[in-house]
């Protein structure tokens, strides 16, 4: 990160960004998770593995039962396979690998309870085996219901953010502004929205410290979030951006932390959704021009996401950064 | 929509509905979604499949399911079928079509795990396609499972509203008013109800805008939600309808929207539900009559939803739309 | 119920409590549920199957679980039957009963999937019949998963209250009291308690009128529900109990109705409990005794919950009765 | 437990602590459960199962399991066994053994719905038992797959606490303080804590009372759970703790109870964690060592949870226990 920031800003800094002066790089990544590595728990422990479950994408989700899958019967075949296939009716025993072939096919139809029966255990190891077998096959699907059910039932709040936030005239100053919109045929109302920054403060002698500030926003809830919703931070006497020139928008490093919170009614579940803009993702000098009209007919309203990031030059008022 | 109003509302307009002055047509659905369409997400991404899932029908739902049953068993068939039917045992080769329809039950016996064994997979090829297949039907049910689950799980509030709201005489004034009643054996507590109305106002020159305002209601929550609940908002000077005539409530678009919200005993879960009445469903000048009575016994309390419609005539005093 | 109470109350009643001055009988069942009939909305709407599967007691559900599986095959056995067992290997065809009998277990094992394949399937209609039972039986099951999750994962506060309240002398005056207390190893912190009361008033005429109070707790939230938690209403002033009599406490109907909300560790979901005393559950000039004491070691303390109605006869000063 | 306390504390004792002034011992036991035995109902009913279930070990869990499914095994084979073994074909007759051990894998078999066929049932009562078997063996799954999807969807902190608190210097003052951190890969935020202490107070004649008072902290709520968090309550004049002497925390039975509440946003769900420090494990005059730090690269945080119980030695300063 470059070079820190010597004005004093007015605001106190809070205290309770969960982050403290000495963190470094970005805090929360695009994504809402935060920066941080762990270090010092062993990778059993830190690892919550029906959170790592849920946050696998689908591909690797279903990559991974596959492998399981294979993995399970290629084992228990060769438990068969040195028990002896004289234990099991049904084999073909022309040569060892169509033994190892049929006895691997006879582990799939006990894993999965198929059963068919062609191929049937006879003496008492054989059946032993395959009776846990088909034991551990049950419950390997019953969690496999679970993480299924968990994976999809999982309450996410799937808002579209602009990749960019602006600074924009508003009122008699300016103001800064990025928008959010729901994607999905989901249903979210009271919606509310958190910002808060951090600011690396140049204390002299290269001594870099990271501030924290709370923004205040011109409206903090919104009731239905059927269209996008523009969240505004008016850039006052109140705002730790406060006599901030577009230079300075680009040269020091700042954060803006976002958190969503709103409300799924499919889900009568809290859905939260956090994201964050660094200096580069900041255009000074800039506003969004409308993401959503009536239909032709009058009767409905169009919401149109391809537009999310459409933005246009506007000429922030002077006076607003000589001021300071 | 039909022209505008022109007077003027003291009343400031709210700003966090959600939908913009530009926003057209009925903004929340008799079903309480959110009369938006969205534009420019591919179908894919716009769609969450588990909300789908969720907000299907029962009679499609289990249309799907079947449909889906079937088209796996022709695809699974097909495959075998190429393969070459010698690769299974029992298939009846009297001729192609019974063929087929054997390696169909074989696939469907397979993707079950039923299995009987009569036709069984004797060839690598033909086993490992069956390998696969049951597990794909094991997680298929899995996901089935999940959905049922998700299904019947969902929290919803089973309240059913009046089809239309009434203006009834209240007080020395007049007061807008609708009730609600849970239908089902859940058990509702501490329900709130919030009140909001849309009203498009003519501008000059032919130009609508709609403004949103908050409505008071009477008591806005109650604690057991057992019989019919009539919410009433006064029309005094601080309702935005204060001095709407009649005509006014017929000419003028408006909108009322509701957002209801209680706890589930049973569930141990919020549940919500959202409705709206526009000027069509608006009765001018009547009242409801009551729709619950003591039993015969008078130990217990009776309530009748089928009168939940039922209003009468109801003079508005004169004065009150006089002195606007 | 008996003649009404004509003294006044200072307290202005309560217009929430979902229930109307013309209501009558008990408000609140002992177990918590409300006392009201449905009429109007024909059956299949007025039910919600889950809530009543989850409702049910665990031998009725498993008894509905097993009666459904009985009928379900006796259907599928009759259609094999119908059909001709002459498309099903295997049958025993001695005579007709021994075939029925076969059949209903061919139907048994393609429901459950078994599928031994003594006897299987031969004909088109035979196995298209077993191809849909197999799948019906996988989807029944899916569903008897979910209902089975949803029975034993739904929160549920599992608390004891006294069967009776007991009016007791408090500081200088009286109060009512009861006391209520965990009975299972869940851990339940951050509970909450609202206490209201529905008073029978003759209005004169023996036109008999409820009036809703809502009555105050010494202490309405306690941070840990482990021990039992004595609640108390002190009859003040404020209370609408003032001046009340014994004779009024016997004679009057009253309902006292209790409303419990904690928070449950283990499922880290808000649960909730209500029940209610009327006036014969309510005992005149009687305290409580202790159930809790440390254990012999001191090092933990122990709950009696045999003791919860446990209370001796404790006079009620008489200033208090007087001076109203 | 040792002699109680005499000095006098201005601050009032809350009387929302769930536990009485007679309790004894250790109110909340280090892994956050409250100590307190229950005595009086049945072991049936005081259990909730389903909580026992989500409280076990993954071993434990696991062979419960597996030993019921063995004891269900015996029971059925045994139940074949009686029923005589001519009512199964593909049984090994050679001697009683044998055909026990046969009986047993078709049970095993039927119940896991396996069914080879090899062994299968003919006799109308043999069948029967294979048909409930069958059903049986479905059902227990259905609740083995609630089981598992419960334990582990169930909302869990994941939060280690410093194995010791410590009293360190603070601002012109001292302060006790401990640390937490979250050790998976969850994604807490809004957190907050609530503090509390339980101290035992000699009334005179060896007369000991336990007091509970409430603990100001410095920052009761942080956004973002990722890094530690040092939990710092002054002792100052607000403090119960004010005047306390190093030997006074040795000698006076102490508890601090705490209760860490925060949103896990992959589950989009509130969860608690509680602890608690006794006398024994506060350490007078220690300040902890900071457990993060930028990475090499400074693009982001380490916390190394190695060092969550790093102390060093700190004066706490005299003038604060000269003052009381």
Redesign the interface.
Known sequence: ?AKGFKKRIKQENT??????S???????NKD??????????NVL????????M??LSSFRFITY??VM?ILI?LVFALIYYLIGVEHL?GI?KSDPMNEF?DVF?FS???F???????I???G?LA??I??FE??L???T??????L???R?????A?LKFSDVAVIAPFQDASALMFRLAP?????L?D?DV?L?TAIEINEGDNNLKTNFYRLET??S???????N?TVVHKIDENSPFYGFTGDDFKNINIEIII?VRA?D????????Q?SSYVSREIIYGAKFV?M????N???????????INDYEKAEIPVFDNEKA
């Open positions: 990160m205290q309770n960004s969960g982050f403290g000495r963190a470094s790089g970005r805090f929360i809402g998770l935060p920066n941080v590595r762990r270090r010092g728990v422990n830190s690892l919550s593995w029906y959170h790592t849920l946050n039962l596959v899958y019967n009716t073909d072939i096919f799939s139809q006990t999965t309870t198929v059963g068919y029966g062609r049937a255990p006879v008492f059946s032993l395959a009776t088909a034991f096959g049950l419950l699907f019953a969690i496999a219901t679970g299924f059910y968990g999809f039932s999982r309450p996410r799937y994607y999905k045929n989901n249903a109302t919606a958190t808060s011109q409206l809830k919104i009731n239905t979030l059927a269209l919703w958190h409300f009614e499919v889900f009568s579940n809290t859905v939260v956090r409308p959503y009209y009536p239909d007919d009058k009767d409905s309203t169009v919401l149109d996401l391809d537009k």
